[in-house]
């Protein structure tokens, strides 16, 4: 069973916004390439990290109205989320030891 949960704009507020635990967000669409390529990474640092930190993505085509709020203009884009904000955030591939950082720095 997979670790990344999909959310929408209706549940962006709710699974991200007011987690109790930091969030990844992966910003996505089904015909990026370089989003398809980082899937794998990002299910692997969502079972490695899990129970410490919740692992989303959020389809831009599905989900224009959250993409659009926070600028998102170019994916893949991933943000870390805690208490409600953005705590860091990539645009483009990502090494897995810097975006285990980034988690490492907002679950601790």
């Avoid at 969502?46 to 600028?71: F, L, T």
């Amino acid at each position: 069973m997979s670790n990344v949960h999909e959310v929408t704009d209706v549940t962006f507020e709710e699974e991200v916004l007011q987690a109790s635990e930091p969030v990844l967000v992966d910003f996505w669409a089904t015909w990026c390439r370089p989003c398809l390529m980082i899937g794998s990474l990002i299910e692997e640092l969502a079972n490695e990290n899990s129970g410490s930190i919740k692992v989303v993505k959020v389809d831009i085509d599905e989900s224009r109205d959250v993409a659009a709020g926070y600028g998102v203009s170019s994916i893949p884009t991933l943000m870390v989320f805690k208490d409600g904000n953005v705590v860091e955030r990539f645009v483009g591939m990502q090494s897995k030891n810097r975006l285990q950082q980034a988690i490492d720095e907002a679950a601790g």
